[in-house]
């Protein structure tokens, strides 16, 4: 008899022993089941990249099992080749013969063959919509939370087998932006540097055209004037430009690049959906959007809150400079405590070092413990925002200034 039959013999009688067992059913329901929740795939033996093992070295040949665990109950009828496929990357041929088994109890699948070619890589592939739990919902196989559809949602797994070289599997993510400078910062450069650095390698054409010139990306005033920009490199890793001219100071200025045009230089038989550039780094879809930021030229610096303090019935708010008092008011600043919003008055006065301070007293007792809300539409009496976010920017959502005491 051939060890394969006697593995899914052991299979089975594993889902009989747990079947019989009173004990198994709910105990072990996993958490994210049922038809409104996206099926993931949560583990993979071997994990991604990774060896798989001959577990019968004294016959010819290699043997291994994949096995794949997945986050729900599946749906049995569709754990079939029709829907899984492995291909040997290193001849681009794709494995016949596979034995697919699924036990129910466990949520695993397993992918074995008897005869793993020698000194291969090998891509696995669980394709939706085919793929879906036992209510019917499909696989998210990028595991971003989503219905993207065919084929960004299906799983993909690669691994090698003796001979094999783990550098040699291909990718099976789209690649990344990993890091931009400057990133939403206030700077004083009038010519900037900008650049993107990227996870994996791009194809250089599409990062800069034929005769040297950057292309992908754009600068632009917040008017929406646009900068001519030269290029400074445009390698694998990294697309550089500067403006063509100084910049204007006291200026917000937004970089525009476009994520459905770049593209990654990955290996041959790497799936040509994975080449395009995931700029969020949130899962493979139709549409990428383009990944857009700003930053700032300017040497002045924006006002912060610089402390909070107790005081007889009532806080005192002290800021960095001296403010412009008109946009201190009873929207803009306010107290809650456990019961909710506190009013209060406000009376305001300036001190010798040259800042504002706020004192807010409360029209009724507090209980519980305080917070501390100023809006990021106050503004210093040179007009510029409250930056609470510490970017140096100021009057951005994210700068409203919530602390508790």
Not at 30 to 35: M, R, Y
Not at 164 to 181: L, Y
Not at 353 to 371: C, E, H, K, N, W
Request: hydrophobic letters at 35%.
């Amino acid at each position: 008899m051939k060890r394969i039959a006697i593995f899914f013999t052991l299979v089975l009688v594993l889902a009989g022993c747990q079947l019989d067992n009173p004990l198994t059913g709910n105990t072990d329901q996993p958490l994210g089941t049922g038809a409104g929740n996206l099926p993931k795939v949560v583990a993979v033996v071997p994990q991604n990249r990774g060896l798989l093992p001959d577990d019968n070295p004294d016959k010819p040949g290699i043997q291994g099992t994949v096995e794949v665990t997945f986050s729900d109950y599946m749906d049995e009828a569709g754990l079939t080749s029709a829907n899984l496929t492995v291909l040997n990357t290193a001849t681009g041929e794709e494995v016949q013969g596979l034995e697919i088994g699924y036990l129910p109890e466990a949520r695993k699948l397993f992918v074995r063959s008897e005869e793993w070619p020698a000194g291969s890589e090998f891509l696995l592939t669980l394709a939706t919509p085919g793929v879906k739990n036992s209510y019917g919902t499909v696989l998210d196989g990028n595991g971003n939370g989503r219905d993207d559809g065919a084929p960004y949602d299906d799983f993909l797994t690669t691994f090698y087998v003796s001979g094999g070289n783990p550098a040699n599997c291909v990718p099976t993510k789209r690649p990344i932006v990993q890091s931009i400078s400057p990133d939403t910062v206030r700077i004083t450069q009038f010519r900037p540097q900008i650049r993107i650095q990227f996870s994996g390698p791009m194809d250089t054409l599409t990062l800069k055209t034929a005769d040297g010139k950057p292309q992908n990306i754009q600068l632009a005033s917040e008017q929406g004037n646009a900068v001519p920009l030269d290029l400074v490199t445009a390698s694998r890793w990294e697309l550089a430009v500067v403006p063509k001219e100084s910049l204007l100071m006291g200026r917000r200025y937004v970089v525009t690049l476009a994520s459905g045009n770049i593209r990654a230089d990955y290996p041959t038989h790497t799936p040509d959906y994975l080449r395009a550039l995931d700029p969020l780094g949130d899962g493979a879809q139709a549409t990428e959007p383009d990944l857009v930021w700003y930053f700032a030229l300017d040497t002045l610096v924006p006002p912060r809150v610089a402390d909070v303090n107790g005081i007889t019935d009532g806080i005192e708010i002290e800021f960095t400079t001296l403010m412009d008092t008109a946009t201190l008011n009873s929207a803009t600043v306010q107290v809650y405590d456990g019961n909710g919003f506190v009013p209060g008055r406000l009376r305001l006065y300036r001190t010798a070092g040259g800042i504002t301070v706020v004192d807010y007293y409360f029209s009724r007792q507090v209980a519980g413990g305080l917070r501390v809300f100023v809006s990021h539409l106050v503004s210093s009496n040179q007009g510029l925002l409250l930056d609470s976010n510490g970017n140096g920017i100021g009057g951005e959502v994210t700068d409203d200034y919530n602390e508790r005491l």
